[in-house]
């Protein structure tokens, strides 16, 4: 954790008060005591510093009480996913890194390759979820936490949907294995990238959204996990 965040309902009268595995993190990481000065944030808010002004022994762990001084933003995300998602094994790895590296919205969509048995993943719950993403944004030391909406039917996302949720992000591209590699002109503007399942895009679902503005780019020949291919992805064409 190179940044501990809180939830806005965590901080009262400028304290905040928190346990378990971020204090364990403070103390026992960190070295924390009385008087340190610790790198915080607000989920969704902004980002500072926090006095530690106590630290009590409680089981299994610890709890701290900090004094806050939230008055920087934060990094804002840069690139929109559009995903088609992997096993739910690959994805609970996948969330946190996403969110350290600057996704701010997750569209999961049902393309055909993905397995069918992934929507009834208990994963696809927020309170299950929501943990891993806050992870990779106490790793990157930022606080914008990615929204992430299901969209079951691919073509009906993109048809009917798309232009509407992403108005004004014109810079697209659609990742898809192939013998060539992509060539994309490096630019600050917002991307918005569409990822399929391992094994890639049907020619189709790539067909639909290049006839939505968006650019076929590839990592090469090589067919990737998409894990792998994701992390590939967003280091190439990141900020």
Do not use: C
Request: proline share 5%.
């Amino acid at each position: 954790m190179n940044r501990i965040l809180f939830d806005s309902s965590e901080i009262s009268d400028g304290l905040a008060v928190f346990g378990a595995e971020r204090a364990r993190h403070v103390v026992e990481t960190l070295h924390g005591e009385v008087g340190q000065i610790i790198k915080t944030g607000v989920v969704d808010g902004l980002i500072g510093t926090s006095v530690i002004e106590k630290i009590e022994k409680v089981a299994p762990g610890y709890m701290i009480t900090a004094r806050v001084n939230h008055d920087s933003k934060a990094l804002e995300p840069w690139v929109d996913l559009i995903l088609a998602p992997p096993r739910p094994r690959v994805m609970k790895r996948l969330l946190p890194q996403l969110a350290a590296m600057g996704v701010g919205k997750i569209f999961l969509v049902g393309a055909k390759k993905v397995e069918k048995d992934f929507w009834g993943a208990t994963l696809l719950k927020e309170e299950n979820y929501r943990p891993l993403l806050i992870d990779g944004l106490m790793q990157a030391g930022t606080t914008i936490l990615p929204q992430l909406e299901i969209r079951r039917n691919f073509k009906r996302f993109v048809t009917d949907e798309l232009e509407s949720v992403f108005p004004n992000v014109t810079r697209r591209v659609v990742a898809h294995p192939y013998k060539a590699n992509g060539q994309i002109a490096p630019s600050k503007d917002k991307l918005l990238l569409a990822v399929g399942p391992e094994g890639g895009w049907t020619e189709e679902e790539v067909e639909l959204l290049q006839s939505h503005a968006f650019s076929r780019y590839s990592l090469g020949g090589r067919i990737l996990r998409s894990d792998t291919a994701l992390i590939a992805l967003l280091a190439r064409l990141g900020e």
